[in-house]
Every structure is written in C-alpha cells, then in structure tokens.
C-alpha cells in the first residue's frame, strides 16, 4: 500500500507521475499533493503509467482534483496507456468526463491547444 508522487514543474504546467496503488489509504496522500500543486498551476498533467490499482476513493480524489481545476478555468489531463486503469474509466464512465491520453506528448499537445 505504498504511493510516489514525481512532480515535474514547467511553465505553464506541472506533471505529476502517481505511482502505485490509490487507494483508501493512500488517497489523501495523493490529494493533499496534488492540491497543492494546483494552487500554483492551472493546468495539470496526471500520469498513470504506473498505477498498479485504483478504486473508489482514488478516482473520487481525481474527479476533486477536475472540479477544482474547472473553477480556475484550467485542464488537466490524464496519461494512462494502462489496460487496467483505463478498463476503470470505461466501466464508470468516466472516461467521458476526463481526457485521457496514452501518452505525455498527446497531454501536453492539449494542453497547447
């Protein structure tokens, strides 16, 4: 049950590479990270690559995270070429609600856009 956060800031955004399990243990952890990445940054690139397990307090913490960047008019993005996170989005929904993409590159592109 153990979680990493990389924060790479640049710019006009910061990168934040989770990896691990999010979970009901370690979600505040992730969140309380992350919040305070997006006092200072608008928009926000979250990657998943190396996720090993997400359940519903995670990916609650990751809907939070949406909402507060949309009150600043911002983006945030998710990299997730993970078979298994991405079967999470699907089977939720929630990949409606979030932009994935499978790479960096294509989060920062958007990012751009």
Not at 28 to 33: G, I, N, T
Not at 39 to 56: A, G, L, T
């Amino acid at each position: 049950m153990n979680v990493n956060l990389i924060i790479d800031k640049k710019e006009k955004y910061v990168i934040i590479s989770i990896e691990g399990e999010v979970d009901t243990y370690t979600s505040p952890k992730v969140k309380s990270d992350i919040i305070k990445e997006i006092e200072e940054y608008n928009n926000i690139i979250i990657s998943m690559e190396k996720v090993k397990f997400i359940d519903s307090t995670g990916l609650g913490v990751l809907i939070g995270v949406l909402k507060k960047i949309k009150e600043k008019d911002g983006k945030m993005v998710i990299v997730s070429p993970n078979t298994y996170i991405n079967q999470i989005f699907e089977i939720t929904g929630l990949y409606k609600v979030f932009k994935i993409v499978n790479s960096l590159n294509e989060a920062v592109d958007f990012l751009n856009q």
